[in-house]
């Protein structure tokens, strides 16, 4: 479903669907080294296969949520789109701790030295999206631009970024 998800919203998807995905309307993208596309791609590997696969996957819900955003620009969100969000949200949310909740075992595992300061922008990201959420569940229709802005935002700086800082840490612990 991830691919799918970003072919809708404009991605382009390389030679291995769900695993390569490059540009969304120019401003983010993923690239993988096994592409012939030189284009410039936005978002950086980790360099770690599953955390990779993780970043894709929560890139995949911030399309998923652009959608909908782009879906409710001229129009008030029904009871129904409600729902929709309602749900798109828990997912996003679960997802959120899922993938900190393995990364920052990583860390630890490995004795990753900023993992300290990389836990605390975890935990002050994941206190911005439970604020979102308070925002959704009172039906605030000004939440719509802001979260997306917000996944967008986050995903492209901290991955490339911060979550970039440990890649040659990791690879020089053999993980790949």
Request: net charge positive.
């Given at each position: 479903?991830?691919?799918?998800?970003?072919?809708?919203?404009?991605?382009?998807?390389?030679?291995?669907?769900?695993?390569?995905?490059?540009?969304?309307?120019?401003?983010?993208?993923?690239?993988?080294?096994?592409?012939?596309?030189?284009?410039?791609?936005?978002?950086?590997?980790?360099?770690?296969a599953?955390?990779?696969?993780?970043?894709?996957?929560?890139?995949?819900?911030?399309?998923?949520?652009?959608?909908?955003?782009?879906?409710?620009?001229?129009?008030?969100?029904?009871?129904?789109?409600?729902?929709?969000i309602?749900?798109?949200?828990?997912k996003?949310?679960?997802?959120?701790?899922?993938?900190?909740?393995?990364?920052?075992?990583?860390?630890?595992?490995?004795?990753?030295?900023?993992?300290?300061?990389?836990?605390?922008?975890?935990?002050?990201?994941?206190?911005?999206?439970?604020?979102?959420?308070?925002?959704?569940?009172?039906?605030?229709?000004?939440?719509?631009?802001?979260?997306?802005?917000?996944?967008?935002?986050?995903?492209?700086?901290?991955?490339?970024?911060?979550?970039?800082?440990?890649?040659?840490?990791?690879?020089?612990?053999?993980?790949?």
């Amino acid at each position: 479903m991830p691919a799918e998800n970003c072919r809708r919203a404009g991605w382009q998807s390389g030679p291995a669907p769900g695993r390569n995905l490059c540009r969304r309307y120019t401003m983010f993208g993923f690239k993988s080294s096994a592409s012939k596309d030189t284009s410039h791609c936005l978002l950086k590997e980790v360099g770690i296969a599953e955390i990779n696969k993780q970043h894709l996957r929560l890139a995949s819900y911030a399309v998923e949520f652009s959608l909908i955003v782009d879906e409710l620009s001229d129009r008030e969100p029904t009871n129904q789109d409600w729902r929709r969000i309602d749900a798109l949200l828990s997912k996003i949310m679960r997802y959120v701790a899922k993938h900190f909740s393995e990364e920052e075992a990583l860390m630890r595992e490995h004795g990753y030295p900023d993992y300290a300061a990389h836990k605390k922008l975890h935990d002050k990201f994941t206190a911005e999206m439970l604020k979102m959420q308070s925002e959704i569940n009172n039906r605030n229709i000004k939440f719509k631009k802001k979260m997306s802005s917000l996944l967008w935002d986050w995903l492209y700086h901290h991955i490339n970024e911060i979550d970039y800082k440990y890649r040659e840490f990791f690879l020089g612990k053999g993980l790949s």
